[in-house]
Structure formats: structure tokens, C-alpha cells
């Protein structure tokens, strides 16, 4: 008890000065959006408080979106395992560790739990927080933090994340709908016909994705509402799929490739969003965006999107439970 009053007595003494926190959260795209909340969470507590954050450099875009995000931090470990024999690689990964090594921290934080992520943190300068053992995805990675918390691993990422920076900071565990706080540019050099809504068909496993026809169906019936439908890809084979859906479609169109920060724009001006699992949909419940996801293959219950405090989303469909138009097309109407 009293090592715990004396650490809280440390922690609030730094907060009388600038408290410098490091978020290590690398990826997927999902997963980085359901850490999102805990910005706001932190700041409601330490308003001046300074936030880095640590990120796969191909989801940059996302924490960049965040007005309270001093700086941003990529990595490179997908890029890197690939290329893992070449002097660019190791000199990459050794300015990396100089760069984190150069700044001092108050309190380092890894929301991921990932071997990975810990690793990263360990390369930094503060007092290192993450999960415990039983806690972490990959336990491992517990050995790493100067300290460890219980959080529930039967809890939906969002809330995960938001209790273990509360039991990191020392303060309640939010019991509110979360603020994801990133506002997105209005500013697009594409004239899309309004109102639309983006349809957003692609992801990582053909076992996710919504059948062809489906996509179709959904887009006739927004016609007959005059409502656009906005397809965006990543892929050829995305291409493909968006200019087949498009070629039956008078009220369909396919964008042409954008950025995580593009489609945030563009998703930002939707009427709502509809898509399978994938991190741009957990993107357009962040923006505020009413959301429809769609699930064939993967429970949502942990890691579904989360609706936060100013927009709805809806979770439909299960592991070998495929939604149909009509059911997506009901769930449209309840939240636009």
C-alpha cells in the first residue's frame, strides 16, 4: 500500500509539469482506430499533456488525423521482415532506436501487447506500462514493461485499451461512449454526386467479404432511394470487384486509388458507411459516420465496430452467418 501511494505521489508530481506519454501501437488499421479513444480519455484527465505515438508507417494517416497527436512515430516491421538481410533495413531499424532513445518519457504505454510492440517500447526512454502476462496477446511480451495490468481479454478491444491507459494514468475507467476525437480534411479534388454512401467491399480474406450480387442488390435499392453508392479498393482484384458492382449500377461509383487519409475525407462526407470487416470500417465509425458492418466469418463481439459517442454502428452477421441485402437495408433505416 504504501509503494502504491508513493508511485501515485511520483505520477501526480510529474503532472503538475508537462507529462510526456508514448503510445506504442503499430497496427493492423483496426486496431489503431480502437486505440484512438484513449487520447481524449487521457486528456480529459492531463490536458497538457504531450502524446507521441508509435505506427506502422502505413497507417501514419490515422493518429496524424488527431489534433492532439504531437508527433507520429512510423515503423516499418512489415516492410522490414520482408527485407531483413539488407543494410537499408538495419539502418533504418537502428535510427529508429536512436530517434526513441533521444527522447525522455513520463510514461511509456503498449495498447497492442504484441512481442513486436514490446520490443519497440523497449527502445524508448520511460517507465515502460503494458499488460500482464495473462492479459497481453502474446505474453511475452509482459517481460518488457516496468509495469503490468490486469485487463479482461473477454472485453471488446475499445474498452481493452481504454482500461489499461486508465490503470497506466491512475485514473477511473471510463464509463462513457468513447470520443475517438480525429477530424478528417474536408478537402477532395473528386466531385462525387451526393448523397452517397461508401461501400466498402474489400478486405484481408476472401471468407470476409459480401457476396458480389449482394453488393448489387444493396446498390439498386439506393438507387431507387437516389442514393449513391461510393466504391473505393486497395487491390486489382478490389478494382475488379468495385468496376463489376459498377458496371450493373446507374448510382455507383469506383474511386480512383486514395490514401488512408483520401478516404478519410471521403468517408467523412458519406451519409453512412457499409462494410465488411475491415479497418475502414472501424475508420468510418471513428469519423463519426453512421456504420453498418458486415460479418461472415469472424465474431464482432471483441473486435467488431464500436459505436462511439456521436454516431451509431451496427454489427451484423456472425461465423458462417451472412447477412442479406434486406438486412443490411433494414439496419440502414434505423441509423440514417
Known amino acids: 500500500m504504501g509503494l502504491y501511494l508513493i508511485s501515485n505521489i511520483q505520477l501526480y508530481a510529474k503532472m503538475l509539469f508537462m507529462l510526456k506519454l508514448l503510445i506504442v501501437k503499430t497496427s493492423s488499421l483496426g486496431d489503431v482506430v480502437h486505440n484512438l479513444p484513449i487520447i481524449n480519455d487521457i486528456r480529459s484527465h492531463f490536458p497538457d499533456v504531450e502524446i507521441d505515438w508509435v505506427v506502422e508507417e502505413s497507417f501514419a494517416d490515422i493518429p496524424k488525423l488527431h489534433p492532439a497527436v504531437n508527433r507520429v512515430i512510423p515503423v516499418a516491421i512489415r516492410r522490414w521482415r520482408k527485407t531483413l538481410f539488407s543494410k537499408k533495413t538495419w539502418l533504418e531499424i537502428k535510427n529508429l532506436k536512436r530517434q526513441l532513445a533521444a527522447q525522455s518519457y513520463d510514461i511509456v504505454l503498449d495498447t497492442q501487447g504484441l512481442l513486436k510492440s514490446a520490443v519497440l517500447t523497449s527502445f524508448s526512454q520511460g517507465e515502460k506500462h503494458g499488460y500482464a502476462k495473462d492479459s497481453?496477446?502474446?505474453?511475452?511480451?509482459?517481460?518488457?514493461?516496468?509495469?503490468?495490468?490486469?485487463?479482461?481479454?473477454?472485453?471488446?478491444?475499445?474498452?481493452?485499451?481504454?482500461?489499461?491507459?486508465?490503470?497506466?494514468?491512475?485514473?477511473?475507467?471510463?464509463?462513457?461512449?468513447?470520443?475517438?476525437?480525429?477530424?478528417?480534411?474536408?478537402?477532395?479534388?473528386?466531385?462525387?454526386?451526393?448523397?452517397?454512401?461508401?461501400?466498402?467491399?474489400?478486405?484481408?480474406?476472401?471468407?470476409?467479404?459480401?457476396?458480389?450480387?449482394?453488393?448489387?442488390?444493396?446498390?439498386?435499392?439506393?438507387?431507387?432511394?437516389?442514393i449513391n453508392l461510393v466504391l473505393p479498393w486497395a487491390s486489382s482484384a478490389e478494382l475488379q470487384r468495385a468496376q463489376h458492382i459498377a458496371s450493373v449500377l446507374s448510382n455507383a461509383t469506383v474511386l480512383p486509388k486514395q490514401s488512408i487519409g483520401q478516404l478519410a475525407a471521403i468517408t467523412s462526407q458519406a451519409q453512412a458507411a457499409i462494410g465488411v470487416d475491415t479497418g475502414l470500417s472501424h475508420l468510418s465509425v471513428a469519423l463519426n459516420i453512421p456504420t453498418i458492418a458486415i460479418y461472415t466469418d469472424t465474431n464482432p463481439a471483441l473486435t467488431g465496430v464500436y459505436a462511439g459517442a456521436y454516431a451509431p454502428a451496427i454489427n451484423l452477421g456472425n461465423i458462417n452467418n451472412t447477412p442479406s441485402p434486406p438486412e443490411v437495408l433494414e439496419a440502414l433505416k434505423k441509423i440514417i
Do not use: C
Not at 509482459?142 to 489499461?164: E, G, I, P, T
Open 136 to 226: 497481453a496477446r502474446e505474453p511475452l511480451a509482459s517481460f518488457f514493461y516496468d509495469s503490468k495490468h490486469q485487463v479482461a481479454r473477454n472485453r471488446h478491444a475499445v474498452v481493452r485499451n481504454r482500461m489499461l491507459a486508465a490503470l497506466a494514468l491512475n485514473y477511473p475507467v471510463p464509463d462513457k461512449l468513447p470520443d475517438y476525437g480525429i477530424r478528417a480534411s474536408t478537402a477532395t479534388n473528386l466531385s462525387l454526386k451526393t448523397p452517397y454512401i461508401i461501400g466498402l467491399h474489400g478486405t484481408s480474406r476472401d471468407s470476409k467479404l459480401w457476396p458480389t450480387e449482394y453488393w448489387v442488390s444493396l446498390g439498386q435499392e439506393l438507387a431507387r432511394q437516389k
